[in-house]
């Protein structure tokens, strides 16, 4: 055991000379990092191989790589240690390479040429993945919504103001890039919460197309799960009229209820909330005045309906405003 430690301190000491002499990558004693690595590195360039002891930027991006495809879950922070060095070998075991360790050519080249496997987060996703990004921007001040792994207009306008704050594509979805900048990213941080303004205004009102886009859209078909003019339910009904006037909401009946603002009295194109079939807000539509209101009922589907009805008038439990922007 003393002679196979010997051996391998002998072989980084020789691998530390080697690299000086080569130009190669900085090596170290586990335990002693040190500095300098070539800012001009791509994951396709031929490089000497990276292996236990190396640190610098080349070593991060591998870890970035490796994290991307979830088999590197430990601190970016490049110095390949034993963590990355097991994330190599596993990436070598999956893609049939000789499972060494080492980052030499054909696992760097094999590295950039796969894709990865992390699913990319958009505008009504909703999933327990989405709470780490959520928690992360919230700690750097871009979001200010409840972590609860809902994709709604809060977390949308987090995530464009992060890729544009950090010089990445402003798509507005948590893209691979976005995910792997929100990983390693520890200082650039967004508005301190005290400052920081949400670009929806609470008393703003509601574009006036609103009705109008909705009564185009009598006799639609009620759907199950619908979000378009081919079927819709009662809440994707809601979303789609918003979304042609450029107001974005969240996905469910829910969701919209604890998004938009109360009021007293239901104005011309505020939404009104139900009590169906179950406790709490579960079905909405919209206010067109003179007591109506236009909705996706399932045996009527897109209708127009008078909340003196005994049905819906015993099932009312408030109107709210929708933001929109300022």
Known sequence: MAIASSAKEALVISSVAAGIMLGGPSLVKAGAPTNQESNNYTMTESTHALRYGHIGQKVEEVQMKLSSLTLYSATID??????????????????????????????LTRLANTKPITKELEYGDASEELKSFQQKLKKLNYYLGAVDGIYGPLTLQAVEEYQQKNNLEITGTINIHTQIHLETNRNKKGKTLKNIKVKTSEHSVVSSSIPSIAKNLLGVNYVWGGTTPTGFDCSGFIKYVFEQADILLPRTVNEIWNY????????????VFFETYKPGPSHVGIYLGNGQFIHTSSSNGVSISDMSNTYWNSRYIGAKKVPTSS
């Open 78 to 107: 490049g110095v390949f240690g034993k963590q990355t060095e097991k994330a190599v070998e596993q990436f070598q075991r999956l893609h049939h390479l000789k499972v060494d360790g080492i980052v030499g050519d054909e696992t």
């Open 260 to 271: 938009s603002t109360d009021i007293q009295k239901a104005g011309v194109g505020d939404l």
